[in-house]
């Protein structure tokens, strides 16, 4: 199920942030700030959650996706992207950018398979673009 973060999953979420990047400080956790964060729950255990932001200009931005080494390769990567691509054109964004090093496959596809554009690279990786509105 994905749902919202709610304060009861912070011990979890910030325990998959040490699994998925072990060098990031607390200060770098994206679901510490006011960005909205929404979790893949089984069986009462956060197995995964993602991150983003909407400007004021409207557009939606992702941070991050991390599921739970165990669960990876059965789609909840692709869901938990799913979840913020709606819900961030529920709250009224225009367009979706995420990003990600090419050498970062999985999280690739999953931006590919949702539609979005590749567009401009640089040191942290390709930016992909969706248009929201209409979708």
């Known amino acids: 199920m994905i749902r919202p ?29 006011d960005h909205r964060t929404l979790v893949a729950e089984e069986g009462g255990e956060i197995v995964g959650y993602t991150t983003y932001g909407i400007t004021p200009e409207r557009h939606a ?43 970062n496959e999985p999280m690739r596809r999953i931006l590919l398979a949702w539609g979005g554009l590749p567009t401009v690279a640089n040191q942290d990786g390709r930016a992909y673009v969706n248009g929201l509105e209409g979708a």
């Open 5 to 33: 973060m709610t304060r009861k999953d912070l011990a979890q979420v910030q325990a998959l942030t040490r699994l998925g990047h072990p060098g990031w400080s607390k200060t770098r956790a994206w679901y510490l700030t």
């Open 61 to 103: 931005f992702g941070r991050d996706v991390v599921v739970h080494p165990d669960w990876r390769g059965k789609g909840i990567g692709g869901m938990l992207h799913g979840a913020r691509l709606a819900e961030a054109k529920e709250r009224g964004a225009t367009h979706f950018v995420g990003q990600t090093p090419d050498a």
